[in-house]
T-cell receptor, first 115, second 111 residues
Framework: DTGVSQDPRHKITKRGQNVTFRCDPISEHNRLYWYRQTLGQGPEFLTYFQNEAQLEKSRLLSDRFSAERPKGSFSTLEIQRTEQGDSAMYLC?????????????FGSGTQLSVL | QKEVEQNSGPLSVPEGAIASLNCTYSDRGSQSFFWYRQYSGKSPELIMFIYSNGDKEDGRFTAQLNKASQYVSLLIRDSQPSDSATYLCAVNERGYNKLIFGAGTRLAVHP
């Protein structure tokens, strides 16, 4: 399977704990995106990387959130001191970059529940 | 704040009918437009993209774009119960390499 892979599929944590998610993009894709989606809403942009460089981060993103993409391959998204409002589906997507014509391909997502 | 607006639905159509899904966007400079299908509990799946004014057909799907009216639509011909899903409209934000998504329209195709 050469699609976008995310791990874990589900995460249940207690408020105040830290969590980390992993994303492995399609191998030839140099751009990687993180989105968050809550019930009844469309995906909301969080951040994106081109190779290992983090080029944009949403202004809505709390400083409790951090993302990395070492060596331009897989990426991790960490949430520190989780809050109940962080409960959502965290989606990773990748693209080959098309000069603005971005076709994003999504992974299966990580469903986070903060108790 | 750039916006992408969709009617949340549900849009209910009988099997075999044409389903018409609509989307408007606020950024006049947007250049790329995408339709994603999302089944309940699953991740979005790209089904159509369009860059130029007019129609683009792919099997039972037709995407229509009118940049002057800032309007993009998706037609699904011969709708099937398996088309029942949420359809997300996404727009490339001018000057940025990211997509802005609407909240989606829920489509229900009944036998």
């Amino acid at each position: 399977d050469t699609g976008v892979s995310q791990d874990p599929r589900h995460k249940i944590t207690k408020r105040g704990q830290n969590v980390t998610f992993r994303c492995d993009p399609i191998s030839e894709h140099n751009r990687l995106y993180w989105y968050r989606q809550t019930l009844g809403q469309g995906p909301e942009f969080l951040t994106y990387f081109q190779n290992e460089a983090q080029l944009e981060k949403s202004r809505l993103l709390s400083d409790r959130f951090s993302a990395e993409r070492p060596k331009g391959s897989f990426s991790t998204l960490e949430i520190q001191r989780t809050e109940q409002g962080d409960s959502a589906m965290y989606l990773c997507a990748s693209s080959s970059g098309g000069g603005g014509n971005e076709k994003l391909f999504f992974g299966s997502g990580t469903q986070l529940s903060v108790l | 704040q750039k916006e992408v607006e969709q009617n949340s639905g549900p849009l209910s159509v009988p099997e075999g009918a044409i389903a018409s899904l609509n989307c408007t966007y606020s950024d006049r400079g947007s250049q790329s437009f995408f339709w994603y299908r999302q089944y309940s509990g699953k991740s979005p799946e790209l089904i159509m993209f369009i860059y130029s004014n007019g129609d683009k057909e792919d099997g039972r799907f037709t995407a229509q774009l009118n940049k002057a009216s800032q309007y993009v639509s998706l037609l699904i011909r011969d709708s099937q119960p398996s088309d029942s899903a949420t359809y997300l409209c996404a727009v490339n934000e001018r000057g940025y390499n990211k997509l802005i998504f609407g909240a989606g329209t829920r489509l229900a195709v009944h036998p």
